[in-house]
């Protein structure tokens, strides 16, 4: 085991080493490329596409197309990308993981890549986590690539098929991982190939590559149709499903009596009926036999509303907004808006709720994050956190980890964990906490792992005088707002788990960068 962490170890190093003297052939480039004039430098993109139809390949102006990109993120952005970007851009432009701390400058790193791979013209995808930050970096990062005569699309969910079509043509696209893959769904089911919108799939950077291909890997997206509906058979199984207890008895223990009507395992989060649970569902509906043929609907009826209500846990998997059920990304914290939970599941939720029960829905199309990002021809991402994945990212996806150094020493310091023996008593030591960081005009960014969480901590909060901003599922619209003051001083921030990927947080607390200090972190 020693050996095989001590060679991917090495393995690390010598990509490094090779990647080192890429980036000094690179920066080599520097003074020739800022003697140029502005029409000059964009003069060099058309120069570069004319070297490829010629014979030349991505890999032998790379570093010439980088120096480009540096020089323009200069002169349209105000920024320069430093050494250890460089590096970071080499590792990903090789279909690579780059591992870089927060703060390191991951949007800008992806620049010179991106410019490279979209010289071919066969379009090179960009994908975040979600709309907001494809917005943002659309908007921001698109202005040097359209500077160097590059075109960039924007893909949302809001667009019509023409638009998503426009957007998939052009050199760059910004998009959700989950939008790329329900258009793959849709382009599937089309009748004729004119009416598809994405082209082949040959380059893609990931933001938070491990959020996207390792935690949600395996999450299916599925496109659905109508099917039939029984309102009725979802309230009844959800009346009856209300009058039951739990046995909470040991499974080892040697009585065979049942102490309830369902029982849980929680590790598995499945439930069924006890003896007991399935006499009184026999009685309640008037049945000799629960489990005949002809009672399969009912059962599966009944197992979806004992889920609803059992395992389903409100503002934890899901919130209830303007008389409607929405899901809440476990990953992301954030309202998945469309999405709806198959096979009955939600209309039983919705039953529980007492909301509006609508239309049951039937598969149509699925396919898992996993299987979609392993068609791309090229694939590359970049997170803070890959590492500690790295065997799978070369196992599944053959993607080698590749960790760049900072730019600057650390100085952060990672404290060691506090146990505490009860919920309440560590809470109130959160708030003590909050309360002697916030008297010495500290920022605070508190995480919790669910929307009720967050909330708790907010009524302590209020009943300690201390004002601060909520960001999780139910409101999620102010998100730009609050991350943007989160930094400030005194400012106390409490989140879900929906505020930890990709945003930027201006800090203005002790010290007064220049801009150039702040931009060049982006």
């Known amino acids: 085991m020693v050996n095989i962490l001590k060679k991917l170890y090495n393995d690390d190093k010598r990509e490094l080493k090779k990647f080192e003297k890429i980036a000094a052939k690179v920066e080599a480039h520097a003074d020739e490329m800022s003697k140029l004039s502005d029409e000059q430098l964009q003069a060099k993109t058309p120069e570069f596409r004319d070297r490829l139809k010629k014979g030349e390949s991505l890999d032998d102006l790379l570093p010439e197309a980088f120096a480009v990109a540096r020089e323009g993120a200069k002169r349209v952005l105000g920024l320069y990308p430093f050494h250890v970007q460089i590096l970071g851009g080499i590792a990903l432009h090789y279909g690579n993981i780059a591992e870089m701390m927060t703060g390191e400058g991951k949007t800008l790193t992806a620049t010179m890549p991106v410019y490279l791979n979209a010289l071919e013209g066969k379009g090179v995808h960009v994908v975040t986590v979600n709309e907001y930050l494809s917005s943002r970096d659309e908007e921001e990062m698109g202005q040097l690539y359209k500077w160097l005569g590059l075109t960039v699309g924007l893909n949302l969910n809001s667009m019509s098929p023409d638009e998503k079509r426009a957007a998939y043509n052009c050199d760059v696209t910004y998009s959700t991982n989950s939008e790329l893959g329900f258009d793959y769904l849709r382009d599937n089911m089309v009748v004729y190939k004119e009416q598809m919108v994405q082209r082949p799939l040959n380059y893609a950077i990931i933001d938070e590559v491990d959020s996207i291909l390792i935690d949600e890997a395996r999450t299916p997206l599925i496109i659905s149709g109508e099917a039939e509906q029984a309102n009725s058979d979802y309230i009844r199984a959800d009346r009856f499903v209300k009058t039951l207890t739990e046995d909470k008895s040991d499974d080892d223990a040697d009585d065979d009596e049942d102490h309830g009507d369902y029982k849980i395992d929680w590790p598995t989060k499945t439930i069924s009926l006890t003896r007991t649970g399935i006499e009184k569902a026999c009685q309640h509906f008037g049945l000799k036999n629960l489990y005949d043929v002809e009672n399969q609907k009912l059962v599966h009826h009944i197992d979806q509303a004992l889920r609803a209500n059992y395992i389903m846990l409100k503002d934890i998997d899901y919130v209830v907004q303007d008389g409607e059920v929405l899901i809440v990304d476990s990953f992301t914290g954030r309202v998945m808006e469309g999405r709806r939970y198959s096979d009955g599941l939600h209309q039983a939720i919705e039953a529980k709720e007492g909301v509006k029960i609508q239309e049951e829905s039937r598969t149509q199309a699925t396919i898992t994050y996993q299987n979609f990002f392993r068609m791309y021809k090229k694939l590359s991402g970049m997170t803070g956190t890959a590492k500690t994945e790295e ?132």
């Open 391 to 522: 065997e799978e990212f070369r196992e599944i996806y053959n993607m080698q980890v590749i960790t760049i150094p900072t730019n600057r020493p650390i100085a952060r310091k990672d404290m060691p964990d506090i146990l505490y023996p009860t919920l309440d008593s560590k809470f109130h030591a959160v708030v003590e906490e909050i309360k002697k960081r916030h008297a010495n005009g500290q920022p605070v960014l508190v995480g919790t792992v669910a929307i009720e969480s967050s909330e708790r901590l907010s009524k302590m909060l209020d009943k300690a005088g201390i004002p601060h901003a909520v960001l999780n599922a139910k409101n999620h619209a102010k998100e730009a707002q609050i991350i943007m003051n989160a930094g400030q001083r005194g400012a106390v921030t409490i989140a879900t788990n929906m505020a930890g990927r990709g945003t930027d947080i201006n800090c203005l607390l002790y010290t007064s960068p220049s801009p150039r200090d702040y931009l060049t972190s982006r």
